[in-house]
Each structure stands twice: as structure tokens, then as C-alpha cells.
């Protein structure tokens, strides 16, 4: 059985940080695209960035380019999103999904196979 824990979240001030982690279990890690979403009050799901370690692909949106980092540890099976100089508009249950299907990675919510139940960030102005 597939499982996916998403940990990390909280409450930080404009300008602070963060470092979101993705457990994943049940699936063969290499062969997975793992994909950070969030999803704001009122707002559709949105691909904030993906990672495919064993392809070296990793993606971002231009949203988040420059004070986001993903990075995975194969070992322990987890994703991580570093988030730095957060603003108010990065408030969002953060949510980890992972997709095996796909040559690239995907920024809709419908291409992913599993989800984490998310977990919230909110940044105070």
C-alpha cells in the first residue's frame, strides 16, 4: 500500500522560511515523479515543483523560482521543499502527489496516481 506523509508545515512571518518534507512508502522510489502542489483558500490545486531524481529532472513555477528548493534523499525515501522568502501569497496546504505514468513531470493535479492529505503554511504579513 502506497502511503505518502507530508510534514513540515506551520505559521512563519513574511520573509521566513521553511523546509516541508514528503515521506513516501509502498513504491519503488527511482521510478516515480514526486510533484509539490498547494492549494489555497478558494483557489485550484497548483503544481509548485517536481522532481524526479533518477531522470535529474526537476521543475519550478515561476511562482516559487528562486525561493524554493526540492531535493529528495532516495535513502529515506523523502522529498523535501525548502521554502525561503515566504510571502503571504504562499499560503496553501502544501500537498506531495506521486505519478509513475508520465515521461515528464506534470503540472495537473489529474496526471498524479497518489496523494499526501497535505499540510498547511500560512505566512503572516
Known amino acids: 500500500e502506497v502511503e505518502i506523509v507530508e510534514s513540515g508545515g506551520g505559521l512563519v512571518q513574511t520573509g521566513g522560511s521553511l523546509r516541508l518534507s514528503c515521506a513516501l512508502s509502498?513504491?519503488?522510489?527511482?521510478?516515480?515523479?514526486i510533484t509539490w502542489f498547494r492549494q489555497a483558500p478558494g483557489k485550484e490545486r497548483e503544481a509548485v515543483s517536481c522532481?524526479?531524481?533518477?531522470?535529474?529532472?526537476?521543475l519550478y513555477a515561476d511562482s516559487v523560482k528562486g525561493r524554493f528548493t526540492i531535493s529528495s534523499d532516495g535513502t529515506r525515501n523523502t522529498v523535501y521543499l525548502q521554502m525561503n522568502s515566504l510571502k503571504p501569497e504562499d499560503t496553501a496546504v502544501y500537498y506531495c502527489a506521486a505519478d509513475d505514468r508520465l515521461a515528464a513531470c506534470s503540472r495537473f493535479y489529474d496526471d498524479m496516481d497518489y496523494w499526501g492529505k497535505g499540510t498547511l503554511v500560512t505566512v503572516s504579513s
Open positions: 509502498g513504491l519503488f522510489f527511482d521510478d516515480y515523479h
Open positions: 522532481i524526479k531524481d533518477s531522470e535529474g529532472s526537476i
